[in-house]
């Protein structure tokens, strides 16, 4: 039976986070409040990692990091993607969204 590496790696990566969690629930509220963007954003990641699946051979030298939860964070803080950008495009769509019902509203009620 061939390994898995896609479900080798989901299984590390959801231990490293039950022992980020762990570790977090022994951290006065302070800490935890400075590390919330930590446990949120490697918590989508897990999601990533179960919901998609990843060429055998990247999912191996994934698997093999010996902490691939946080190499996929520190690598995401490092990349030139920002949250904050693709937020703002989502409040932005939003409010586009909104004003359009609002002026269907506005019909409907003539």
């Known amino acids: 039976m061939a390994v898995d590496y896609n479900d080798l790696l989901y299984e590390k ?34 999601c990533i990692l179960e919901e998609s699946q990843r060429d055998q051979k990247e999912a191996k030298a994934l698997y093999l990091e010996k902490y691939p939860l946080d190499r996929a964070y520190q690598d995401w803080l490092k990349s030139d993607v920002s ?28």
């Open 13 to 46: 990566a959801q231990k490293e986070y039950d022992d980020l969690i762990a570790e977090l629930k022994e951290l006065p509220s302070e800490q935890v409040i400075e590390r919330a963007y930590e446990k949120v954003i490697k918590e989508n990641i897990l």
């Open 83 to 110: 949250g904050t950008a693709m937020l703002r495009d989502s409040i932005d769509d939003t409010a586009k969204d909104v004003v359009k019902e609002r002026r269907e509203k506005q019909r409907e009620s003539r």
